[in-house]
């Protein structure tokens, strides 16, 4: 006999649950990409993704993942030999690191590990010692999904200004847009890139990258950019074939569209961040009481630096790998693996998993989950602390 027959509930940090009302959207025949009115349709998408990203320059749309996003951001503003500085704090912000190098970019790290956010002294100092100028980009993640760190942007653009340095400031919000509060142009950045399927409630797909006047003037020189990558054409089309260099993802943008309305149009982007930032809380107060006793312990220990998108778990080894097993298999929920907390092999991994809770999500849902993951635990006996799920429960109740 098992308790997972039913619906089942994905729980990881993206892709993210899908509303039904977009699945719906995007259930329906292919249109007539030249006579259909989907141009418009686009215009009033790329309108509201400025939106929700709080800026009044530009967006182009990519038919990619997140990583996609990242080399469009960077082809249409560097050179091979140009230095760029990557503030990382997870698995994602090396990953990002990692395009840069493959472009034949100079990439210096400060890497921070996988429990700290950005340290701004040594930020500071590193910008300080670039005294000819050669960094030409700060690279960092708003949210890494790996580590649930959430860092301060606003903060980082304050140290180039106190510094007086030129380099443009690029954010990773691809976790963290519509989900944790971030404003593009108010922030001084000058470069985001996004995807749809986390805080966007899409599929993957779509891949997006926000760009002020600025960066579009490095553009003029950057040669790394390519037919493709080029944001220019995508971002002030001629045509509608321009918007996506080819034939239209017209059935993602069906879904965006609904996806958008929900989100813009009815629930309001402040209401959303305000939304996750209390279902964030009631996660925590959850694993907060586990963790009086036994190994269960939040990766990011300060409150005001963790996500509100995803919550990084330490267990100890073998305890995560289990728990993740013991959910998805008798209760139907799935948990994201410990990626990037440990190396590949190390027996270490299996101590660590991550709860996603960005999107298309609300007070039942994190509160079942909650309840499943206290069912394995119980069943599995690893130790834990008492009341958790009536921590919870008054989170939401203070709502």
Not at 232 to 256: D, K, N, S, V
């Amino acid at each position: 006999m098992s308790l997972s027959y039913g619906r089942p509930y994905l729980a990881i940090p993206g892709p993210s649950v899908v509303p039904d009302r977009v699945l719906q959207a995007m259930h329906q025949p292919s249109p007539n990409i030249y006579a259909s009115g989907i141009e418009r349709m686009v215009e009033s998408i790329v309108a509201d993704l400025k939106l929700v990203g709080r800026t009044e320059h530009n967006v182009a749309i990519y038919i990619c993942n997140g990583h996609g996003a990242w080399e469009a951001a960077l082809a249409n503003t560097l050179s091979r030999g140009d230095k760029v500085l990557v503030l990382a704090t997870g698995l994602f912000g090396l990953g990002w690191a990692g395009i840069a190098t493959g472009l034949g970019v100079e990439v210096e790290v400060i890497d921070h590990g996988n429990r700290s956010d950005i340290d701004l002294a040594r930020f500071e100092a590193a910008l300080r010692s670039d005294v000819n100028g050669e960094i030409k980009a700060v690279m960092a993640v708003h949210v890494d999904t790996s580590t649930s760190v959430k860092n301060d942007i606003k903060a980082v653009r304050a140290v180039m200004d106190a510094v007086g340095h030129d380099a443009l400031l690029m954010a990773d919000c691809i976790a963290s847009l519509a989900v944790d509060r971030f404003e593009m142009d108010a922030w001084g950045v000058d470069v985001m890139v996004a995807a749809s399927q986390k805080g966007l409630m899409m599929p993957p797909g779509l891949g997006f990258v926000y760009f002020n006047d600025k960066a579009d003037a490095a553009r003029e020189v950057a040669d790394c950019v390519s037919f493709y990558w080029d944001w220019r054409p995508r971002a002030r089309p001629e045509g509608f074939y321009q918007y996506f260099a080819g034939t239209a993802p017209t059935h993602h943008l069906f879904g965006m569209r609904e996806a958008l309305d929900m989100l813009v149009h009815e629930e309001g982007v402040e209401a959303a961040w305000a939304r996750h930032a209390k279902l964030a809380q009631t996660v925590w107060a959850a694993f907060e009481a586990w963790g009086q006793v036994g190994p269960v312990e939040l990766n990011i220990l300060e409150a005001r630096k963790r996500s509100h998108a995803v919550t990084a778990v330490r267990v100890g080894a073998p305890n995560g790998t289990a728990l993740r097993d013991w959910v998805s298999e008798r209760a139907g929920v799935t948990l994201g693996i410990g990626l990037g907390m440990a190396p590949a092999g190390d027996p270490a991994w299996h101590g660590f998993f991550r709860v996603g809770h960005m999107g298309h999500v609300n007070a039942h849902m994190v509160l079942g989950v909650l309840a499943v993951i206290e069912a394995g635990m119980i069943a599995l006996d690893i130790e834990h602390g008492e009341g958790a799920l009536a921590a919870a429960a008054r989170v939401v109740a203070s709502a």
